[in-house]
């Protein structure tokens, strides 16, 4: 059960219809959360933080390096995050967002050692998913971007290990129900799945067009319109010592909160217990 947040580096963006998150990085990791969700493109030669267009200030390597320092920091840590390739490059580049991507892990002095220590490649989509204790003091990728040769780094993203709830599209702030019941159902179909490595269960709280993100995660309309990180959280503590319960998955949201995060965290001290008896 692994609490994340989406569009992880828009905190600094000006504009209510881009900005996901209040925290800055560093703040995200040390409240809890272990997934992160780093879209970029390229950029004179080097990833850059987008959101769509919007270029959000940051590069590849100063996320990198924050993680780094993290895990030496927290070495029984790990990290998810999922890379996406967020457009075309930005001017007339030579690299492609993989020579990009490999030029911060090989190549950037700057980045090159903490890359070896801390980044764990995943290339066999055959093989098991790594289990947490495996992942200790790395970060595995997400891999949201298509290589020439089909080469991979990470898991696929929303490929046949993945088990994918994004409908972020709800058309409008009163059908904000439409994507709780999205949620729900992804929550349920995570929590009920076999205890086996095969599946990563990914479910996004985040909604956008038709609404704000502000919005979609904290509710609308007088309150009328309940967002979607109250609901989870109620989802969460309520059904955490349900006989069956087992776990949630990575869950995403927009504006996290320490409670929320903790009600998703909280998750694997007693569904692990439970499932030592």
Known sequence: SIPGTHDTMTYHLDSRVLQCQNWNLTVQMEAGLRYFDIR?????????????????????????????EFLD????????????????????????????????????????????KHVAL????????????????????????KCAKGTTYGLTWDGPQMVLEDNFA????????????????????????????????VTHNSAA?????????AGVLNKVQV???YRTGEWLDAHIDDKTSMR????IFDFP?????????????HVGAKLQL
């Not at 493109?41 to 590069?59: A, E, P």
């Not at 840590?77 to 911060?104: C, H, Q, T, W």
């Not at 995943?122 to 997400?142: A, V």
């Open 40 to 68: 970029a493109r390229v950029k004179g030669n080097r990833l850059h933080i987008y959101h769509g267009k919007q270029n959000t200030g940051f590069t590849f390597k100063q996320v990198l390096l924050q993680m780094f």
């Open 73 to 116: 920091k927290h070495p029984s840590e790990m990290i998810i995050m999922r890379l996406k390739k967020e457009g075309a490059p930005v001017g007339r580049d030579s690299y492609s967002f993989e020579a990009a991507f490999n030029y911060a892990r090989l190549q950037d002095k700057d980045t090159k050692d903490g890359a070896k």
């Open 122 to 145: 995943y290339t066999d989509g055959r093989e098991p998913i790594p289990t947490l204790g495996q992942l200790r003091s790395k970060i595995f990728i997400l891999q949201d971007f």
């Open 170 to 201: 709800i058309q409008g702030e009163r059908r904000l129900a439409t994507k709780w019941a999205a949620v729900d159902m992804a929550l349920n179909r995570a929590n009920q799945g076999p205890l086996k490595n095969d599946r990563l269960y």
């Open 209 to 217: 067009i038709g609404v704000l993100p502000i919005q979609a995660a």
């Open 227 to 229: 967002g979607m990180n």
């Open 248 to 251: 949630t998955g990575v869950v």
């Open 257 to 269: 909160g320490k409670k929320l995060i903790g009600s998703v965290l909280a998750w694997n001290k």
